[in-house]
């Protein structure tokens, strides 16, 4: 819990120092990063990569909500979800890591997005001027999200060491959280889904 507190705390710290706040009442950008755009305004520190590819997913979250909003369709998705993190423990246990640890990290990126989704359909729903005009295949916005498990696991067994150190590695998170969040001008929303996707970053093991 303190160290969450902490990260938080940080990330809001470092994002008030470098930028302007965003206007959280601004429509998002539905854009995913390109990778050129990735790798010239990087997160900073060791958990640099891993942030990037957090709030990536955090962006590709904006086109879930665009795909379902006014469908009727519901933001919990229940099967997917386990389809999901019963990809990450598989895909876990063959790159070494703890399969309880990894699918902690992504039930804390699946319950990130929903804030995101819930939170742009509160927005759409009270300025429907702002609502967005297309709808993204959910098809292939789902062979985005499987490409980022990818990543994201192949970072996680990158940092495993960092991560088992506690100190160092709430350091270094609230770092690049925090400079991600200014460097990418996340909204309140999006902070608010950020400093969750992240909590779990710092409880590392392998098997």
């Known amino acids: ?19 302007p706040q965003a206007d959280a009442a601004g429509a998002p950008t539905h854009a995913v990063p390109s990778n050129d755009a990735l790798q010239s305004d990087r997160s900073l520190g060791r958990l640099g990569p891993l942030t990037d590819l957090v709030i990536h997913r955090l962006r590709v979250s904006d086109d879930v909500a ?26 876990a246990g063959d790159l070494g890591l703890d399969p309880g ?13 929903k804030v995101v989704q819930k939170g742009l359909f509160a927005r759409w729903t009270a300025h429907p001027e702002e609502a967005p005009t297309t709808r ?8 985005r999200l499987d490409q980022l498990t990818a990543d994201l696991l192949r970072e996680l067994k990158a940092t495993v060491r960092l991560r088992d150190e506690p100190t160092a590695c709430t350091v270094q998170l609230a ?4 400079s991600g969040a200014a460097l990418e001008r996340l909204d309140a929303l999006h902070r608010q889904a950020l400093a969750g996707a992240v909590h779990s970053v710092c ?5």
Do not use: C, H, Y
């Open 101 to 113: 640890s990894a699918t902690a990290f992504f039930q804390d990126q699946i319950t990130a997005s």
């Open 136 to 143: 993204p295949d959910l098809g292939q916005i789902r062979t």
């Open 66 to 91: 665009a795909s379902k909003f006014g469908t009727g369709s519901p933001i919990d998705d229940p099967a997917r979800e386990q389809q999901v993190l019963e990809q990450v423990r598989n895909q």
């Open 175 to 178: 770092v690049a959280a925090g």
């Open 1 to 19: 819990m303190a160290r969450g507190l902490a990260v938080t705390a940080l990330m809001v710290g470092v994002t008030r120092v470098t930028v």
């Open 203 to 207: 409880v590392a093991s392998v098997k």
